[in-house]
């Protein structure tokens, strides 16, 4: 089966731009997650979504950060303005709703706010 | 509030030798461990899962519940073996089920 796609796979802006990005996830999978991995520490959580529904926000900066998943199958995560501290990676994960609790992570976005 | 620590940011140990990566957690109710492993230029993935409580790669880990533990370790370390190595943790709080990821630890093994 295909992984978890994601893109692009690099990005540079400067800081006070906008940027988007996009999550494909596995076929069938009704968890989809978003994480910022900033250099040298763990993916922390930033938002997560049981088919088009949001489960967990707690943790998304909301004043810059939305993220939508409007058909329940792929989202796209936005920064509206960056500052130099988003600079990281962003990492998309999904699951299959019952059965094995595994995430499948996508390859991430590299982002470098300038 | 639910939290991991890796105290090693990198391990490093020759071929050959056993390796034991430290994983501490705190939770108050029954978490669901992982150590997630991330080869150089590849994905995060899954390495194994206390609950299935199997050897990967060599690779074991036991849950120890009065310690709050969950140390990853190998008998004999390969080359190959050079990866991150991230300790997770799921558990319900008021939002559902999710994750927590620790920083990560480096292992290096050297030839």
């Known amino acids: 089966e295909a992984g978890v796609a994601q893109s692009p796979r690099y990005k540079i802006i400067e800081k006070r731009q906008s940027v988007a990005f996009w999550c494909n996830p596995i076929s069938g999978h009704a968890t989809l997650y978003w994480y910022q991995q900033i250099l040298g520490q763990g993916p922390k959580l930033l938002i997560q979504f049981q088919n088009n529904g949001v489960v967990d926000d707690s943790q998304l900066p909301k004043d810059r950060f939305s993220a939508e998943r409007l058909k329940g199958v792929d989202s796209t995560l936005k920064i509206q303005p960056a500052k130099l501290e988003d600079s990281a990676v962003y990492l998309c994960?999904?699951?299959?709703?019952?059965?094995?609790?595994?995430?499948?992570f996508g390859p991430g976005t590299r982002l470098t706010v300038l | 509030a639910q939290r991991v620590t890796q105290p090693e940011k990198l391990l490093s140990v020759f071929k050959g030798a056993p390796v034991e990566l430290k994983c501490n957690y705190s939770?108050?109710?029954?978490?669901?461990l992982f150590w997630y492993v991330q080869y150089s230029r590849q994905r995060l993935q899954l390495l194994l899962r206390h609950i299935s409580r199997e050897s990967i790669k060599g690779f074991t880990a036991d849950l120890n519940k009065g310690e709050t533990s969950f140390h990853l370790k190998k008998p004999f370390a390969q080359e190959e073996d050079s990866a991150m190595y991230y300790c997770?943790?799921?558990?319900?709080?008021?939002?559902?089920?999710?994750?927590?990821f620790g920083p990560g630890t480096r292992l290096s093994v050297l030839p």
């Open positions: 939770y108050s109710g029954s978490p669901e």
């Open positions: 994960a999904s699951r299959k709703l019952a059965g094995v609790n595994e995430q499948f």
């Open positions: 997770a943790l799921s558990g319900r709080d008021n939002y559902g089920q999710n994750f927590v």
